[in-house]
């Protein structure tokens, strides 16, 4: 394992030496690369990776692609389920202004997006600050190694009371089979005052694609602003994704995050709730769904260090064929965090006999006023709900489709944009239908 | 004179027991610790410190067969190889494992061969602690197994127990007279590897009970031990052995009580259970080994390793645990459930005050078919202290129709002390039901006024409503400990609410 | 009995009690009415020494002991009865030994002997039929898993076991229908004599139907406005509040 650690260091060392183009400035960039160290790497011994073997994420050296040719019609595809957005694309870890929504007309709606490649040298200044706040527990390399190599990303800032009706898609394809391609987007958005953002995270491959993708957000939150994300998973079978996002909230602030991880052959999302205000509430939900011999990893820590703020975690695992889950996380409700209202909930779903579940749902509790509670069940679908159909006439198949449907309904029935909602509900059916045991 | 005693303290039982459990929450008059007090008896020491020579010693002065000996040098060696374990929510001092005495007993040539026998000082003492064995095996039918530092000094009900075939002795005495057990049984459960307080304990453990039920027998009483951590600066490490034969019963009852000492003490106890076919063992703990001062200083450190096996089947493990005591206790008494049909249980009060620190919880490790556990954890935080709940609950791929249910739930009380929660659940069979849930409450001010404006006081109010919540697992222990142990929970959170 | 002589009261900062004043004796029953957040409640919480409010000036006294100094449970084993507008749930803690426990530390209080559980089980019986309680919420924790009704029969049950000097009745009668109204008012009923006094808080006149008041109170932003008999609470049953609230001061 050493040994592949010391390959992998040396890479991503090559990489900064060899590359050029590097989006974030020289000092920031040189920091970054110096967390990358052998004792940095997570292995099982990390209580944050215990369920979690990365070595065969080491064992590929990802390397950056070139800009490549991509068929329209493979994006227009993914954008035309979302037609009531506006459109970002980034392909194989560039953004693509040719398939890209015109970025000054966004402006024009008082939305500013600046790709961190337009930036000039000495301007990078605020997009670093908001970097440099976020203080993550699991301060993983990979978050380190996106920001070292960094060549693409966006700042997007909302000015004060603007709301943005519109969702912004974001979409990120990779289209490199073959090489393992890299890719490590930055998404730092800064939302002021009262002001209101919705965005769809779209991470999708086409056919086959090899890739690392290691997506790094940093979401600041001012007073009474509020932050809507939906996180959509949906790489090819051969594509890792290890992602960090770090969400800070002023007083009054709200997020919405959503996760739906479907794809990946290995998926570990680490997401990181500061509560810098009081009266805040963050809403994190997420379904992961494995077939083949998926791997899935969520870890949620929500920090709870100002008083009267409220979080609301429900996860849902179902688990195929060989695949494993992994739920870890964590509420810290500080002193003086008074008035704090937590709840945890993590319900897993295991349809194969040879799926795993583990699941890891903590407390850290040292204010007494306050509200917490946590629950995670692990089972098979409910024999009698099974039976109760199936005397309806309903066949084994059909039944046990419908009530792991329901099962996931329960998440995505909180998705508040209508045609995300029905392209995620599909895409779950065609996943569950995919995968062994509901075979007709 | 020892007659008027026993009548005296038959009267105070009487009163016990009529008294419902308010009557048990009444403030106990003494604020300081109530078992503060050193027993001034000879003690017979080894040198300070920790090699290979003293293991051989220890071996020796118990007179102890060549496989025992070999078994301890095989933990010390494996022992230096290991580290102390590093907990996220313990902090302590470190523990220089070389300013230890290993070994004290009292300067006796020859075990007491009855009560008469023993050192009337030493009876004194369990007379304070509230343990006096006279009265014990006159009136509640308890065997009493005690242990002070290290040799058991005194065994009751011996000869009733004899005829149905129980051994219930010293382990020491099970070493020399019942070799073949022990060697069949000893570190199956706990093996000497298992982890650096466990294996320190397999190289130096001194003594401890034996317990040995036979095929079909159900015993007719509970078993009791007292430990007590007595002289200055000795590490206890406690060593207990309980075997439940095919179809066979015991309901065992540890506790523990330690004097007062400005300086802390290391207990490292293990305990090993093993249930047979159809067997079942009840192991039901009240710990309140000194705590520290208010200022944190002083106290037990308690890092106890106890297991049970479900090796048969049908067989039953049910751990119940009234932890009130210690500085820190690092604690985690856990179930193998390896019979098909087999039940594993946890019921557990643990309850900090002042600068206490407590990880406790239990491991339930399902291997065969239908097994069921539950586990029931009551964490109760006061003062500064911080309590956390750590459990594990493993369902192996072979496992099928495996049930698990679990409930950890925190009362805060103030807003200086912590109330954590870590349930590990790992699930690798479908046909498995796991189910965890934790909530958070305190004592509200709203219920302290609904029962004061009853005319209770608030210390009282406090005491009901914390044993309130706690009653679930109280309700597991037999009627004499379950009073001790919500007087217990009084005294421990006196001054915790102003 | 209780004498309260120009209380002025505050909560976070805010006036609720505004220069009342009461004067209850022995064998009286006073209603006090009042629209919602006149200060009906915070007067029963004052009295009966809730923490939360400040005295900021005024005085009450009970059978010539200064009230407000008094810590709460004092003041209960001196024989004043809160009935809660909303009981409080205590999860484990058994009902009768609850009740118990405070029956004999009120006994103790007064120099009596504590009872024992026989004792006790009787008189705790022949209550209950007072309330028509059933006898399986004896053995429940302290209110929890019980109907909104059952809670107020729960602390008229406990009135009649405590058998209190002042009982003060915080709207005893909201969230009842009308049989359960009826239960309970038949409880106070029974219990009233020339030796204790009841203080009966109510939103609306029905409870006075059944419990007949010597006096009539109307509270408006923390004083009583109007004083008078029955009478008074069929005229605002008929009027509502706002004749008197809209009407220059009266005197009390």
Known sequence: MTETLNIFKDWVQDQS?????????????????????????????????????????????PSFAAEAEVNPADVEQLTAAFADAHHLVFIDGHFNRTLSDEISVLARDGIAINLLEDLEPGSQDEVERVIKNAKLTDDNIFRHITQG?????????????????????????????????????????????????????????????????????????????????????????????????????????????????????????????????????????????????????????????????????????????????????????????????????????????????????????????????????????????????????????????MLTRAFATEITQEVKLDSLREYIQAEIEARLMEAQNFHV | MKKEKGTMALEEKEKKTRSDEQKALQKIADQDYKYGFVTDIEMEDFPKGLNEEIVRMISAKKMEPEFMTEWRLKAFRHWLKMSEPKWPHLTYPEVNFNDLYYYAAPKKKDGPKSLDEVDPELLATFEKLGVPLEERELLAGVAVDAVIDSVSVATTFKGKLNEMGIIFCPISEAIKDHPELVQKYLGT????????????????????????IPPGVRCPMELSSYFRINASKTGQFERTLIIADKDSYVSYLEGCTAPMRDENQLHAAVVELIALDDAEIKYSTVQNWYAGNKEGVGGIYNFVT????????????????????????????????????????????????????????????????????????KGISAGKSNNAYRGLVKISKKAENARNYSQCDSLLIGDQCGAH??????????????????????VSEDQIFYLNQRGISTEDAVGMIVSGYAREVFQQLPMEFAVEAQALMSVSLEGSVG | MLSIKNLNVSAEGKTILNGLNLEVNKGEIHAIMGPNGSGKSTLAHVLSGRSGYQVESGSASYNGLDLLDMLPEIRAREGIFLAFQYPIEIPGVNNTSFLKKALNEIRKHRGEEELDAIDFLQLIKKQMQLVEMKEDLLRR????????????????????????????????????????????????????????????????????????????????????????TKELALELEDRGYDWLTNEPETVA
């Not at chain 1, 030496?17 to 990390?46: A, C, H």
């Not at chain 1, 209580?47 to 979690?52: A, I, N, S």
């Not at chain 1, 998926?267 to 998926?294: C, H, M, P």
Request: charge should be neutral; hydrophobic fraction near 35%; aromatic fraction near 8%.
């Open chain 2, 189 to 212: 459960v706990v093996p000497y590897t298992d982890n650096f307080y466990a294996t320190l304990n397999s190289a130096v453990f001194s003594d401890g009970s034996f317990v040995y």
């Open chain 1, 17 to 61: 030496r060899k590359g050029s183009d590097f989006v974030l400035s020289k000092d920031f960039r040189q920091r970054s690369l110096s967390e990358v160290r052998t004792e940095n790497f997570p292995t099982r011994k990390n209580e944050e990776w215990r369920y979690t073997p990365l070595s065969s994420v080491f064992d590929r050296q």
């Open chain 1, 149 to 401: 190599l960094a060549r693409t990303g966006l700042f997007i800032e909302l000015q004060k009371n603007i709301e943005i009706t519109k969702p912004l898609h974001l979409l990120f394809l990779g289209t490199q089979s073959g090489k393992t391609t890299l890719s490590n987007p930055i998404n730092v958005v800064h939302l002021n005052p009262n002001s209101r953002l919705k965005i769809i995270q779209q991470f999708a491959s086409v056919t086959a694609t090899k890739a690392l993708t290691i997506p790094a957000d940093y979401f600041q939150i001012d007073e009474g602003a509020a932050l809507e994300i939906y996180k959509l998973g949906l790489e090819s079978d051969e594509t890792d994704h290890l992602s960090n996002t770090y969400a800070q909230l002023a007083d009054a602030g709200s997020l919405n995050h959503h996760q739906y991880l479907f794809g990946s052959r290995f998926t570990r999302t680490n997401t990181e709730i500061n509560f810098a205000g009081s009266g805040s509430e963050v809403v994190l939900r997420g379904i992961y769904l494995g077939d083949k011999s998926q791997h899935l990893d969520i870890r949620t820590y929500v920090d709870h260090a100002q008083p009267n703020c409220m979080s609301d975690q429900h996860f849902r695992g179902i688990m195929n064929d060989h695949s494993r889950g992994v739920f870890n996380g964590l509420v810290l409700v500080r002193e003086h965090a008074q008035k704090t209202n937590a709840q945890q909930s993590n319900k897993n779903l295991l349809l194969s006999r040879d799926a795993r579940v583990d699941t890891k749902p903590q407390l850290e509790i040292h204010a007494d006023d306050v509200k917490c509670a946590h629950g995670a069940t692990i089972g098979e679908l409910d024999e009698n709900a099974l039976f109760y159909l199936q005397s309806r006439g309903i066949s084994k198949q059909d039944a046990a489709l």
């Open chain 3, 141 to 228: 924790p302290v209110n929890q898993g019980f109907s909104g009704g059952e809670k107020k029969r729960n602390e008229i049950l406990q009135m009649a076991v405590l058998d209190p000097k002042l009982a003060i009745l915080d709207e005893t009668d909201s969230g009842l229908d009308i049989d359960a109204l009826r239960i309970v008012a038949g409880g106070v009923n029974k219990l009233r004599s020339k030796d204790n006094a009841f203080v009966v808080i109510t939103h609306y006149q029905r409870l006075l139907d059944y419990i007949v008041p010597d006096f009539v109170h109307v509270l408006s932003d923390g004083k009583i406005i109007k004083s008078g």
């Open chain 2, 306 to 377: 106890k297991r049970g096996i479900c090796a048969g089947k049908n067989s039953k493990i049910s751990w119940t645990q009234v932890e009130t005591g210690s500085a820190i206790t690092w604690k985690y008494p856990s179930c193998i459930l390896k019979g098909d049909h087999s039940v594993g249980e946890f019921y557990s009060v643990a309850l900090t005050n002042n600068y206490q620190q407590a990880d406790t919880g239990t491991k339930m490790i399902h291997l065969g078919n239908d097994t069921r556990s539950l586990i029931v954890s």
């Open chain 2, 421 to 442: 929660t870590y349930p590990y659940l790992e699930v690798e069979n479908p046909s498995a039901q796991v189910e965890h849930e934790a909530t958070t409450s305190k």
